[in-house]
């Protein structure tokens, strides 16, 4: 069973259109995260989250926003997409603020 | 403010060489301090954490918190370990429960 799974894989689409990407985990963790690694592989935290506090990098902008419909799921939203926005997006979770991430396999966007 | 720095974005060794890639941190608190590999076309994951004191596919990071470091270390570099490599800080008293450092690209040249 895969502990943290995104779909889709691979997106593609146009500027200017929104779309969501899925993260679900199965391993009971309590805390979920979203980090976007650019085309230079360098990866950045997006937003950490649990059932009791959103935490927002204040240098994502708005158009990005995380839902989260129960415990084990995490969803990104993302409005009016940039060309900017193409990367590698990662969803991962953790039990407690001191463990171990596990990751999803990636979300490859292209914004065209 | 929490912050992980790994100053160096690429770097070049012999198979092997020595190799020792930097990570200094900032934290106010007791930080749990992680080395985690991406190889190439694979999922992020845990190489390991600095409570285990453990090696790992012979990768050792000391935790130097006089020096607020967790430096990476091999002694023999291998071309199967080029990938890139990030520092991550793990705490609980405020802000983001796991951050990371930019990365690191290894590259290991035969």
Redo the contacts between chains.
């Keep these: 069973d895969t502990a943290v799974s995104q779909t889709p894989k691979y997106l593609v689409t146009q500027m200017g259109n929104d779309k969501s990407i899925k993260c679900e985990q199965n391993l009971g963790h309590d ?1 979920m ?1 979203w ?1 976007k690694q650019d085309s ?6 997006m937003f ?1 989250y ?1 059932n009791k506090e959103l ?1 927002i ?1 204040e240098t994502v902008p708005n158009r990005f926003s995380p839902k989260s419909p129960d415990k084990a799921h995490l969803n990104l939203h993302i409005n009016s997409l940039e060309l900017g926005d193409s990367a590698v997006y ?1 969803c ?1 979770s ?1 039990l407690g ?5 596990f ?4 979300t490859r966007l292209t914004v065209v | 403010a929490q912050r992980v720095t790994q100053p160096e974005k690429l770097l070049s060794v012999f198979k092997g060489a020595p190799v020792e890639l930097k990570c200094n941190y900032s934290y106010s608190g007791s930080p749990e301090l992680f080395w985690y590999v991406q190889y190439s076309r694979q999922r992020l994951q845990l190489l390991l954490r600095h409570i285990s004191r453990e090696s790992i596919k012979g990768f050792t990071a000391d935790l130097n918190k006089g020096e607020t470091s967790f430096h990476l270390k091999k002694p023999f570099a291998q071309e199967e370990d080029s990938a890139m490599y990030y520092c991550a800080l793990s705490g609980d008293t405020g802000g983001f429960k796991t951050i990371f450092g930019a990365g690191t690209r290894l590259f290991v040249k035969a």
């Design positions: 805390t995260y980090y230079k592989k360098f990866l950045k935290i950490s649990n935490i990098n990662f991962a953790s603020t001191t463990e171990e991430a990751f999803g396999q990636g």
